[in-house]
T-cell receptor, first 112, second 121 residues
């Protein structure tokens, strides 16, 4: 069953603006990951944040995690048209060999 | 590194025929691969976990006789949609974990194939 819920479901911004996507989940987790999917393609892993971490950066990406609220956010700064894609959060209850549970995703459109 | 190849990328078949989809890890070994189904503008629904050398673990509601999974080697898993019907039309995506990576968290990252779009007429 789907655990994560992203909002907004769709987001349209101008190039250069920042894009913020949120994800909520229901059960306890070991880590939370964000993936990106271009239309009709597979997913690409972006960033992983552990349950004992609160914030993580990777290039133009910033991820926060609030385990008390069971929520995470993904911020993409200085967005580019090439950032247009769907973004999914995925949670894992345990480390290692457990399936990921994906949220419903946010469809981001960056207009040049 | 960490490339997963999925083939075919697109298949059209007649109702009643079977379709096999291959998922290969090209530069790493994967004891575990996952098969997902995705409807347009929706999220990924896990169908089954494919374990090398053993039977696949299917999610609730997924017919194991309908979706046959074989994981005969550390680099190949196949999904066969048997007696396909129009309602089986969907986007199927596989993913794999790299067993050689150090650290349980690193092993938790999944590498995805590009997906297979199945259209059943």
């Amino acid at each position: 069953s789907q655990q994560g819920e992203e909002d907004p479901q769709a987001l349209s911004i101008q190039e250069g603006e920042n894009a913020t996507m949120n994800c909520s989940y229901k059960t306890s987790i070991n880590n939370l990951q964000w993936y990106r999917q271009n239309s009709g393609r597979g997913l690409v892993h972006l960033i992983l944040i552990r349950s004992n971490e609160r914030e993580k950066h990777s290039g133009r990406l910033r991820v926060t995690l609030d385990t008390s609220k069971k929520s995470s956010s993904l911020l993409i700064t200085a967005s580019r048209a090439a950032d247009t894609a769907s973004y999914f959060c995925a949670t894992a209850r345990n480390s290692g060999n457990t399936p990921l549970v994906f949220g419903k995703g946010t469809r981001l459109s960056v207009i040049a | 590194g960490a490339v997963v190849s999925q083939h075919p990328s697109w298949v059209i078949c007649k109702s009643g025929t079977s379709v096999k989809i291959e998922c290969r890890s090209l530069d790493f070994q994967a004891t575990t691969m996952f098969w997902y189904r995705q409807f347009p503008k929706q999220s990924l629904m896990l169908m089954a976990t494919s374990n090398e050398g053993s039977k696949a673990t299917y999610e609730q509601g997924v017919e194991k006789d309908k979706f046959l999974i074989n994981h005969a080697s550390l680099t190949l898993s196949t999904l066969t949609v048997t007696s396909a019907h129009p309602e089986d039309s969907s986007f199927y995506i596989c993913s794999a974990r790299d067993k050689g990576l150090a650290g349980a968290l690193a092993k938790n990252i999944q590498y995805f194939g590009a997906g297979t779009r199945l259209s059943v007429l």
